[in-house]
């Protein structure tokens, strides 16, 4: 579905990505994983066109690097980025409003289907966005982006800084997400969620691919977990 | 009193033009980060399509065709110009914008002259619509009042009613995540500088005969906008709305006050006289350094709250 090759990225001068190859293909969950400024979220946004990318980035057969941002969105690849990125002044409901790609024209995710999953969303949808609780606004991006029905969604770093029940909470949503057959992208640093449900993995390490296998491949590789992620 | 009434009528006119101008500009400025310098210009402009549309229609088809002609104009500069420019950075979108001043202020002077146009208020609001103690207000400003209230309802059902306007506000925050979620903010940014430019052009028309049409205009209200845009502080219409009815307010009032700061001082026996410097400044009318006021508030702000009055992030 998605094959990303020899993908390349600069912020000025200074070159981040050095030619990182990943493979999603449908309904797949698939983690990214590495220390902080090793590239992974670079390379979600050198996807979606936020960065410019060199190298190819091809989805369903068609190259996208260099797409404008809009023009990704629209092949149907989704994004959440690690900052959150709430719209702050609009309320939690035109927020999601603002994930449909046409006013009114819902895919495989409604209002009802958020609104179920996350009560307290439902609770203020009339309230901005700006004064949810950190785990809120995390749950509201990911469903903001689901609402435009992506058939892949990149997520970045989902459960940082939550508390442990939020944690779990991400995890119900993204096994949601994957049984309605959206093949997940997702970036973390801790292992916890990303070994529980990801059918493979990549680890990064100074802008490139270091490691490539499943959760199994990981666990008995304590090698490069700690050169590659444990702190 | 009367002067007191009438005065605070006049501010609110004004306050008002100064809103239709700076609203476009807080618009531009908080999502694309240019000061547009070239913004006033476009007022200018709106002044004089508006005298020329009104030679041949009548002012009132001008009252529509001219800030047309502006929006348009507003979106040429916007898909040719500046987002050519853009990759370059601010400072060339910056010195873009400047060198556009120039350029739309010496065709104005090319194609219309030196001298103020014979841009007059029509005949059928040229007339007083009340007069209190004396005093007469003119029918047109409240004319004036009328368009700029009408203009500012529908920009805020537009901005918090319709899914563009919803669009257009999360840009202002946030263009690159509005991108990633499929919106085209290129198609954005021309939209909201278009309709900046629009109601510049507006402001010109009826603005343009409330003071004079002529090549310096734009020069004269240029500043006041910005220190409006700044006071009010960056993406913020509420604040941008509260500057401008202040600075309408203070230029008005500023102009009928014949008291100095020696004055105040007076009744509590302190008295100042001699041939000394301090006396000198302390004795000075509030009318005579009321074009100073808005420019002493904006010095004022930047120390003491760098983001403005309601302003979201520093300036």
């Known amino acids: 579905m998605l094959q990303v090759r ?48 060199v190298g190819q980035v091809i989805y369903k057969g068609k190259d996208l690097a260099g797409l404008r941002t809009d023009l990704v969105a629209r092949a149907g690849i989704g994004y959440v980025p690690e900052d959150r990125q709430v719209f702050p002044t609009l309320t939690v409901r035109q927020n999601l409003e603002l994930g449909l790609k ?9 209002f009802d289907d958020v ?31 689901l609402m435009g029905d992506p058939d892949l969604i990149l997520i970045d770093e989902p459960t940082e800084g939550l508390a442990p029940l939020l944690v779990e909470q991400v995890g119900v949503l993204l096994a949601e997400i994957a049984s309605r057959g959206v093949a997940i992208l997702l970036v973390e640093q801790k292992l916890t969620i990303a070994l529980k449900i990801s059918h493979r993995l990549y680890v990064m390490g100074h802008g490139q691919i270091v490691f490539e296998g499943t959760p199994a491949d990981l666990a008995a590789n304590p090698q490069v977990r700690q050169e590659w992620l444990e702190v | 009193m009367e002067v007191f009434v009438i005065s605070l009528l006049n501010g609110l006119v004004y306050g008002m033009l100064l809103f239709m101008l700076a609203s476009g500009l807080t618009l531009i400025f908080s999502m694309m980060g240019v000061l547009n310098f070239a913004h006033a210009s476009i007022y200018m402009l709106g002044a004089y399509f508006a005298y020329q549309v009104s030679v041949f229609l009548g002012f009132f088809p001008a009252l529509i065709i001219a800030p047309i002609l502006c929006g348009l104009i507003g979106a040429a500069i916007e898909v040719w110009g500046l987002r050519r420019v853009h990759h370059n950075g601010h400072i060339a979108e910056l010195l873009f914008t400047f060198g556009l001043v120039f350029i739309i202020g010496r065709a104005v002077q090319m194609t219309w002259g030196m001298l103020p146009m014979p841009y007059r208020v029509p005949a059928i609001l040229d007339f007083p619509l009340f007069s209190l103690y004396g005093a007469n207000f003119p029918a047109y400003r409240a004319f004036m009042l009328l368009v700029s209230a009408g203009m500012l309802a529908s920009t805020w059902l537009l901005l918090t009613k319709t899914r563009v306007g919803l669009i257009i506000q999360a840009s202002l925050t946030h263009p690159g995540m509005v991108g990633a979620l499929g919106h085209n903010v290129p198609v954005v940014f021309t939209t909201v500088f278009a309709g900046g430019c629009l109601l510049a052009g507006l402001a010109g028309v009826i603005g343009g005969n409330y003071q004079t049409t002529e090549p310096g ?71 005579r350094i009321g074009a100073l006021l808005p420019f002493v508030m904006m010095v004022a702000i930047l120390f003491f709250r760098p983001r403005g009055l309601m302003g979201t992030r520093d300036t």
């Open chain 1, 115 to 145: 609104f179920r999953l996350f009560p307290n969303l439902a609770a203020r949808q009339n309230n901005p966005a700006g004064v949810l609780s950190g785990g809120e606004q995390q749950m509201l991006t990911m469903c903001r982006t």
């Open chain 2, 217 to 287: 205009m734009a020069e004269a209200m240029g500043p006041i906008v910005f220190v409006v845009v700044v006071f009010g502080g960056l993406g913020s219409l509420a604040g941008c709305f509260i500057a401008s009815i202040i600075m309408g307010m203070i230029q008005t009032f500023a102009v009928v006050i014949d008291y100095s700061l020696a004055d105040i001082v007076k009744p509590l026996g302190i008295v100042f006289s001699g041939d000394n410097l301090l006396t000198e400044i302390l004795t000075v009318p509030v009318a």
């Open chain 1, 6 to 53: 020899d993908l390349h990225a600069y912020y000025g001068q200074s070159h981040i990505l050095h030619g990182v190859h990943i493979e999603v293909n449908e309904g797949e969950i698939v983690s990214l994983l590495g220390r902080n400024g090793v590239g992974r979220s670079t390379t979600c946004k050198a996807i979606m066109g936020l960065v410019d990318p």
């Open chain 1, 102 to 110: 046409r006013a009114n024209k819902f895919g495989r995710w409604t």
